[in-house]
């Protein structure tokens, strides 16, 4: 912008216009407020941290200071604005919780007992799904990814998609969003084929996908990190502006509702919130935004037993909302035990679709391992002594050990 402004001002321009500007830009910035990091800090910010670096650099000019005596205030100037804002924020964060924080000792850990109040209402159609695959196959040159996948998934029901590595789900899960397109097969929406050709087509038919990592930014606020660009905005003498009370007001109102009692106020930082409490507020942005179908890649798999409780109260809640819920997992015990109907994956292929409580746990487990293929290997599945039981299971749950 500065070499174009410059062009005009002498009537011609080079290659090299503007950009002695680059780096007065990020210092000006970083004096502002914004972290070098990204994800915080404001326009007002920044407007006062360039009123301020230009009035320093012109005070130096007319002091007469020596150029290197200006550049070593400047970069003093500089650090000491980034170890401040970075020490601000970090002391926040450690914090473990904002100054609002709900006192109630009840919410602090997210127990899974006293989250979800009753919310069930009246639901669609259960008899049409409102997703379905049909003899879907996905190829990438000569390597099939996935073959003549069928599921479905209805309104108000949980489909929980069971595999181990490189079974499918994340191909399976890109052609849900729309990410990419079948090779071969169709994808229906209400009973009718449906194209996604992008993202975009998936979320404007209420397809939402809740990806592991939330897409959540820590140093950001509660109420900024709910919309990410969809806020609403009001209009003042004909000009449109972001309303940020009424953003507050339905990010908190959204995110309470499904439990995370800590959030009080919309400019909480989502880094004083849990790694549950951060797929709440994932979830209930996607609810929020008209979602008919959630989508939830490993949402437990970084989480603790408690937090995994946390996520599944919520998935229950969706599901009473009438939103058709897919759960990828490789637990078989969180699929069992919030599941209406469970898909087995393995190579890309379905090895099984059916009702939960149709299969026992073992023979889930069995299934998840590949079944004929470990005998062929000389395993199989069985219950481990207790002189035998592994470090790492102390519940002693089936796991595939050599046969003797």
């Given amino acids: 912008l500065v070499g174009v402004i410059q062009t005009f001002e002498f009537g011609g321009g080079d290659v090299g216009r503007g950009q002695s500007y680059v780096f007065d830009s990020i210092i000006a910035a970083v004096i502002g407020g ?65 100054p609002d924080e709900d006192p109630d000792p009840a919410y602090a850990q997210g127990n899974p007992d ?47 998609l069971l595999g181990d590595n490189g079974a499918g789900k994340s191909t399976l899960i890109k052609i849900l969003s729309g990410v990419h397109t079948p090779s071969t ?39 900024r990190n709910f919309f990410l660009g969809a806020e609403p905005r009001r209009r003042v003498l004909g000009l449109r502006f972001l309303d940020f009370r009424r953003a507050a007001q339905v990010a908190v109102t959204e995110v309470r509702a499904l439990g995370i009692r800590r959030v009080r106020k919309g400019t909480q930082l989502v880094g004083t919130l849990s790694g549950g409490e951060r797929q709440a507020l994932a979830i209930a942005r996607a609810t929020h935004f008209g979602a008919r179908v959630l989508i939830l890649d490993e949402p437990t798999s970084a989480l603790g037993v408690k937090e995994s409780a946390y996520v599944l109260r919520l998935v229950d809640a969706v599901r009473r909302r009438g939103v058709g819920v ?34 026992t746990r073992d023979e889930v487990l069995n299934l998840m391992a590949g079944g004929e293929e470990m005998a062929d290997l000389g395993l199989e599945l069985r219950r481990p002594t207790a002189t035998a039981r592994p470090i790492d299971d102390p519940a002693g749950s089936p796991v595939a050990v050599p046969r003797v």
């Fill in 114 to 160: 006293d989250l979800v109040a009753s919310i069930d209402v009246e639901v669609a159609d259960r008899t049409v799904p409102v997703l379905a695959l049909k003899s879907v196959t996905k190829r990438f040159a000569d390597t099939t990814a996935i073959a003549d996948i069928d599921l479905r998934v209805y309104p108000g029901e949980v489909l929980c």
């Fill in 185 to 223: 097969g169709d994808v229906l929406i209400d009973g009718r084929a449906t194209k996604l050709a992008n993202p975009r087509d998936a979320r404007a038919l209420g397809i939402a996908t809740v990806h592991q990592d939330t897409g959540t930014l820590p140093l950001m606020s509660v109420s």
């Fill in 34 to 98: 914004i972290l070098l990091t990204g994800g915080y800090g404001t326009i007002l910010g920044v407007v006062l941290g360039s009123a301020t670096y230009g009035i320093v650099t012109i005070g130096f000019f007319y002091t007469g200071w020596d150029a290197d005596w200006a550049e070593l205030l400047l970069g003093a100037l500089l650090l000491l604005a980034v170890v401040a804002n970075n020490f601000t924020r970090s002391r926040t964060i450690r914090a473990g919780r904002a």
């Fill in 326 to 359: 897919v759960l990828i997992t490789h637990n078989a015990q969180h699929a069992l035990a919030i599941a209406d109907h469970i898909a087995v994956l393995i190579h890309g292929r379905l090895a099984d679709y059916f009702t939960n409580g149709e299969r």
